[in-house]
């Protein structure tokens, strides 16, 4: 089954401490990106990758970074830098060009941290 | 940022009603006009889109009206159905440097009663 994976489906973490979310696909798509959702509220873009070892930061980068070492894969971790970590977070992938390209998304993980 | 309004923020409509959802963004470089669906814990998933020469799509039960010379899309649901209740999104959606971007909307929570 073609698809992008997320885990773990919850994690939960002490304040001060690093977390890493995990995202993996295999559509073979060049663009992956990651979202945050917080309740009552649209998509937050994070940061988002266009093509291997290369990454841009998104509207709320701030507290989180990437790596992009693989075409298949792209983890989010959230430092403790980050002040309000407890979200919904979302990785989503999507083929490269001009034109409309549908971006799917994982099912995502969620982060509560206290 | 760009601005993206979504309304209502819930909906409540019986089954076989007529379900409709607004969107008002203000940045005119947006090339894509998209509808997501999202069922609770998951991942959105890409409803029906738009181009903006176009003023109307149809997909089965699923109808986008767009004015572009007001900035407004719509979603409308015909004989809605409670498998249909979920949260929508707008993401009007842009290319920059290469890369996609979508600017979600808040999201409307829709209850189809049985």
């Known amino acids: 089954d073609g698809g992008i994976t997320q885990s773990p489906k919850y994690l939960f973490r002490k304040e001060g401490q690093n977390v890493t979310l995990s995202c993996e696909q295999n559509?073979?798509?060049?663009?992956m990106y990651w979202y945050r959702q917080d309740p009552g509220q649209g998509l937050r873009l994070i940061y988002y990758?266009?093509?291997?070892?290369?990454?841009q930061k998104g509207d709320i980068a701030e507290g989180y970074s990437v790596s992009r070492e693989k075409k298949e894969s792209f983890p989010l971790t959230v430092t403790s830098a980050q002040k309000n970590p407890t979200a919904f977070y979302l990785c989503?992938?999507?083929?490269?060009?001009?034109?409309?390209?549908?971006?799917?998304f994982g099912p995502g993980t969620r982060l509560t941290v206290t | 940022q760009q601005q993206v309004k979504q309304s209502p923020q819930s909906l409540i409509v019986q089954k076989g009603g007529i379900s409709i959802i607004n969107c008002a963004y203000e940045n005119t470089a947006f090339d894509y006009f998209p509808w997501y669906q999202q069922f609770p814990g998951k991942g959105p998933a890409l409803l029906i889109a738009i181009r903006p020469d176009v003023s109307e799509k149809k997909e089965g039960r699923f109808t986008i009206s767009f004015n572009k010379s007001a900035k407004q899309f719509s979603l409308h649901i015909m004989d809605s159905q409670p498998g249909d209740s979920a949260t929508y999104f707008c993401a009007p959606y842009y290319l920059i440097q290469g890369a996609q971007k979508l600017v979600f909307g808040q999201g409307t929570r829709l209850t189809i009663n049985p």
């Open positions: 989503a992938s999507s083929t490269q060009g001009r034109g409309f390209y549908e971006q799917y």
């Open positions: 559509l073979n798509h060049d663009a």
């Open positions: 990758s266009q093509i291997v070892n290369d990454f």
